[in-house]
């Protein structure tokens, strides 16, 4: 059920957000999730933003974050208020959709689309509030449902002359003022109107070069708005539509946005328009092309938004950029910019310092954070445009090492935050992976076109011979002397660092001693019968990470439905660990500092939550299990003493957990 974070006056409140609906075992939250759809309360006083998280509610004249509620599962794709403001809707990734009394945020009504993860792409209230409406991930259905009983009223189909060749980032729904008609977003950049007590489709509109993004119906029912992608306005008289080829009773190209517009209609039935070029979002009357305003942000020329909401009086404009959503009131002669941060995109990777104080983390798009481990705090942050995917600390503790998916390694000083203290970078190679020696400063890289390098502190950066195929992990041993490389497709290998040669390849094939395997069960037995049956069947790919134990001893890695453990001395396989059901893909693997545990995080397989599971390297037990993220646990690291573990996600959070009554 829900997670009451702030409750009635008179009453105790926890202000201390990073607690708020934290999972069992964890101490703390960085991060407030990805944001995925927002919506104002119909009186303007309060936002509700959807994110991966939950669905979090702010009030508008302070961003106090008041709520944070729907988080069973999270990963909120829509939401909308009911035109009274009483209730909220939500949908998810999984297509679920509820409604939610906002003033006790319970749950009132639940529905499901019927369509396996068919995710919830827009909802939206009837104007009398009778009815919700629910577009999904595909274009197949349009749902309509009773809001308060959850009963079905309507479900619109797709023609299969109509067959999308592919899915839109998003499908828009519109009711008409009077209820009646609805109208929804349908393949090849067209549109549909149905009429919602005879489910009759009347009309399908043509007439965009791109996707459409936005339908928003006249407070007077006469005239319907269609926005693109490309940011083209058309609007259509509502009387004509069922003509045999309508035509737009104007057609607008804003030269002040190069986005998808937002849409929405002030008291007076103004359209107007909000979009985004450069660094600033223009309002502008549609009809009459008149800038109304324009608001100075500090968004990036070139960059893009990912998400505008306007109030329902059209005074309040709600934008998403990078990890802060900017909450303006233009209704206001010289408007100014407030702003809730900490919604960042997603964590792919993190560390902490040698000395334990500090935790790195590093953001798809928004930098990289330093974080005070003791105070739960924000000490500085390294901006960096691209999405960081490992972050690695020098011994001494001085320097960190960024990869990302762009072309380019960088070093920093971890005392300026200016520009990196090194940079290097291949031409058309990506997904750098890093990892210093744990002696000394010498860097190792890694990229997508299987080429590792060795940086020496210097100007100096020499290569290795290994073979041209993506890298997706490297690890290296605790005296420095020897890298383990793991290949999305091929065996993993190990080399001698001085020598630059290869030492041996890390076998992959189908391990047929029964006594080395440990984990589940089922899954044990299922496998044993997979390799009775087909003796030449081709090796695991190893498409997770790889990493050497504290002690040098153990070398770990990341297969589907396994996690193999191979000697460091004789490189034979000497456990096979396998995994069960909803964590068949190891998307994460860290060594406890002592080397007698192994944690392993898991990838988006169906279950609402990832598990976080603590390995015992000796007998392969599963000593504890965390439900931690709601999706991918992207990357985990512990702390020097192992009484902290910090995992990372795709969710747009990091989590601390408590280890000491484990280790």
Not at 307 to 313: A, C, K, N, P
Not at 471 to 484: E, F, H, N
């Given at each position: 059920?829900?997670?009451?974070?702030?409750v009635a006056q008179?009453?105790d409140?926890?202000?201390?957000?990073?607690?708020?609906?934290?999972?069992?075992?964890?101490?703390?939250?960085?991060?407030?999730?990805?944001?995925?759809?927002?919506?104002?309360?119909?009186n303007?006083n309060?936002?509700?933003?959807?994110?991966?998280?939950?669905?979090?509610?702010y009030?508008?004249?302070?961003?106090?974050?008041?709520?944070?509620?729907d988080?069973?599962?999270?990963?909120?794709?829509?939401?909308?208020?009911?035109?009274?403001?009483?209730?909220?809707?939500?949908?998810n990734?999984d297509?679920?959709?509820?409604?939610?009394?906002?003033?006790?945020?319970?749950?009132?009504?639940?529905m499901k689309?019927?369509g396996?993860?068919d995710?919830?792409?827009?909802?939206?209230?009837?104007?009398?509030?009778?009815c919700?409406?629910?577009?999904?991930?595909r274009y197949?259905a349009?749902y309509?449902?009773h809001?308060?009983?959850?009963e079905?009223?309507?479900?619109?189909?797709?023609d299969?002359?109509?067959?999308?060749?592919?899915?839109?980032?998003?499908?828009p729904?519109?009711?008409?003022?009077?209820?009646?008609?609805l109208?929804?977003?349908t393949p090849?950049?067209?549109f549909?109107?149905?009429?919602?007590?005879?489910c009759e489709r009347i009309?399908c509109?043509?007439?965009?070069?791109?996707?459409?993004?936005?339908?928003?119906?006249?407070?007077?029912?006469?005239?319907?708005?269609?926005?693109d992608?490309?940011?083209?306005?058309h609007?259509?008289d509502v009387?004509t539509l069922?003509?045999?080829?309508?035509?737009?009773?104007?057609?607008?190209?804003?030269?002040?946005a190069t986005?998808?517009?937002?849409?929405?209609?002030?008291?007076?039935s103004?359209?107007?328009?909000?979009?985004?070029?450069e660094?600033?979002?223009?309002?502008?009357?549609?009809k009459?092309?008149n800038k109304?305003?324009?608001?100075?942000?500090e968004?990036?020329?070139g960059g893009?938004e990912?998400?505008?909401?306007?109030?329902s009086?059209?005074?309040?404009l709600?934008?998403?950029?990078?990890?802060?959503i900017?909450?303006w009131?233009?209704?206001?002669?010289?408007?100014?910019?407030n702003?809730?941060?900490?919604h960042?995109?997603v964590?792919?990777?993190?560390?902490?310092s040698?000395?334990?104080n500090?935790?790195a983390?590093?953001?798809?798009?928004?930098?990289?954070?330093?974080?005070?481990?003791?105070?739960?705090?924000?000490?500085?942050?390294?901006?960096?445009e691209?999405a960081?995917?490992?972050?690695?600390?020098?011994?001494?503790g001085?320097?960190?090492?960024s990869?990302?998916y762009?072309?380019?390694?960088?070093?920093?000083?971890i005392?300026?935050?200016?520009?990196?203290?090194?940079?290097?970078?291949e031409?058309?190679?990506?997904a750098?992976?890093?990892?210093?020696?744990?002696?000394?400063?010498?860097?190792?890289c890694?990229?997508?076109?299987g080429?590792?390098?060795?940086?020496d502190?210097?100007?100096?950066?020499?290569?290795?011979?290994?073979?041209?195929?993506?890298?997706?992990?490297?690890?290296?041993?605790?005296?420095?002397?020897?890298?383990?490389i793991?290949?999305?497709?091929?065996?993993?290998?190990l080399?001698d660092v001085?020598?630059?040669?290869?030492?041996t390849?890390?076998?992959?094939?189908g391990?047929?001693?029964?006594?080395?395997y440990?984990?589940?069960?089922?899954?044990?037995?299922?496998?044993?019968?997979?390799l009775?049956k087909?003796?030449?069947?081709s090796?695991?790919?190893?498409?997770?990470?790889?990493?050497?134990?504290?002690?040098?001893?153990?070398?770990?890695?990341?297969?589907f439905?396994?996690?193999r453990?191979?000697d460091?001395?004789t490189?034979?396989i000497?456990m096979?660990?396998?995994?069960?059901?909803?964590c068949?893909?190891p998307?994460?693997l860290?060594f406890?500092?002592?080397?007698r545990y192994?944690?392993?995080g898991?990838s988006?397989?169906g279950?609402?939550?990832?598990?976080?599971?603590?390995?015992?390297?000796?007998?392969?037990?599963?000593v504890?299990?965390?439900?931690?993220?709601?999706?991918?646990?992207?990357?985990m690291?512990?702390?020097?003493?192992?009484t902290?573990?910090?995992?990372?996600s795709?969710d747009?959070?990091?989590?601390?957990?408590?280890?000491k009554?484990?280790?």
């Amino acid at each position: 059920m829900t997670h009451l974070q702030r409750v009635a006056q008179g009453r105790d409140i926890n202000t201390d957000i990073t607690t708020w609906a934290l999972p069992e075992g964890a101490m703390a939250r960085f991060g407030r999730g990805r944001v995925a759809d927002m919506a104002f309360a119909p009186n303007g006083n309060s936002l509700a933003v959807g994110s991966c998280l939950g669905v979090w509610l702010y009030d508008v004249s302070t961003l106090t974050p008041l709520y944070l509620f729907d988080t069973e599962r999270g990963m909120v794709s829509a939401l909308a208020y009911s035109p009274n403001g009483v209730f909220i809707a939500t949908g998810n990734w999984d297509g679920d959709i509820k409604v939610w009394e906002v003033n006790s945020q319970r749950c009132i009504a639940k529905m499901k689309r019927e369509g396996q993860f068919d995710m919830a792409s827009q909802l939206v209230f009837s104007p009398d509030g009778r009815c919700l409406a629910s577009s999904g991930g595909r274009y197949d259905a349009i749902y309509v449902w009773h809001p308060e009983t959850g009963e079905q009223v309507a479900n619109f189909t797709v023609d299969e002359s109509l067959q999308p060749r592919h899915r839109p980032p998003h499908i828009p729904l519109s009711f008409s003022h009077d209820g009646r008609l609805l109208a929804g977003a349908t393949p090849e950049n067209t549109f549909s109107v149905w009429h919602l007590e005879s489910c009759e489709r009347i009309a399908c509109v043509a007439g965009h070069r791109d996707y459409v993004s936005v339908l928003l119906f006249s407070p007077c029912g006469q005239f319907l708005t269609s926005a693109d992608g490309t940011g083209v306005l058309h609007e259509w008289d509502v009387n004509t539509l069922t003509a045999k080829e309508p035509r737009a009773c104007f057609s607008v190209m804003p030269t002040d946005a190069t986005s998808v517009p937002a849409l929405a209609y002030l008291t007076d039935s103004t359209l107007i328009a909000a979009g985004k070029s450069e660094n600033t979002v223009t309002v502008w009357d549609v009809k009459h092309s008149n800038k109304l305003r324009v608001l100075r942000s500090e968004l990036e020329p070139g960059g893009r938004e990912r998400l505008f909401r306007f109030s329902s009086s059209g005074a309040q404009l709600a934008l998403v950029w990078k990890d802060e959503i900017q909450v303006w009131d233009i209704g206001e002669p010289f408007p100014r910019k407030n702003t809730i941060r900490e919604h960042t995109p997603v964590y792919g990777a993190v560390a902490f310092s040698p000395d334990g104080n500090t935790l790195a983390s590093g953001s798809w798009g928004t930098g990289i954070r330093l974080w005070d481990v003791a105070r739960l705090a924000l000490q500085k942050t390294f901006e960096e445009e691209s999405a960081i995917r490992s972050l690695d600390f020098s011994a001494c503790g001085n320097k960190l090492a960024s990869g990302s998916y762009d072309t380019a390694v960088r070093i920093w000083d971890i005392r300026k935050v200016d520009t990196p203290l090194a940079e290097f970078a291949e031409d058309g190679k990506s997904a750098w992976r890093v990892a210093f020696s744990p002696k000394g400063d010498t860097l190792f890289c890694a990229n997508s076109a299987g080429h590792l390098y060795v940086w020496d502190g210097g100007q100096n950066r020499t290569a290795f011979p290994v073979r041209t195929k993506h890298i997706t992990s490297l690890s290296v041993s605790p005296d420095g002397k020897q890298v383990a490389i793991a290949y999305f497709d091929g065996p993993a290998e190990l080399w001698d660092v001085e020598s630059r040669h290869l030492i041996t390849e890390l076998s992959l094939v189908g391990v047929r001693e029964r006594a080395k395997y440990k984990g589940d069960t089922r899954a044990i037995q299922q496998c044993l019968r997979w390799l009775e049956k087909d003796v030449e069947r081709s090796p695991i790919q190893l498409k997770g990470p790889i990493v050497f134990s504290p002690c040098g001893s153990v070398i770990a890695g990341g297969l589907f439905r396994e996690i193999r453990l191979w000697d460091a001395t004789t490189y034979e396989i000497c456990m096979a660990i396998r995994l069960p059901q909803g964590c068949q893909r190891p998307e994460a693997l860290t060594f406890s500092p002592c080397g007698r545990y192994l944690v392993s995080g898991a990838s988006w397989q169906g279950s609402a939550k990832m598990s976080i599971r603590l390995w015992d390297v000796a007998t392969g037990e599963n000593v504890a299990t965390f439900w931690s993220h709601p999706t991918d646990v992207q990357d985990m690291a512990f702390s020097p003493d192992g009484t902290l573990l910090a995992s990372a996600s795709f969710d747009g959070t990091l989590l601390l957990w408590d280890m000491k009554p484990y280790l």
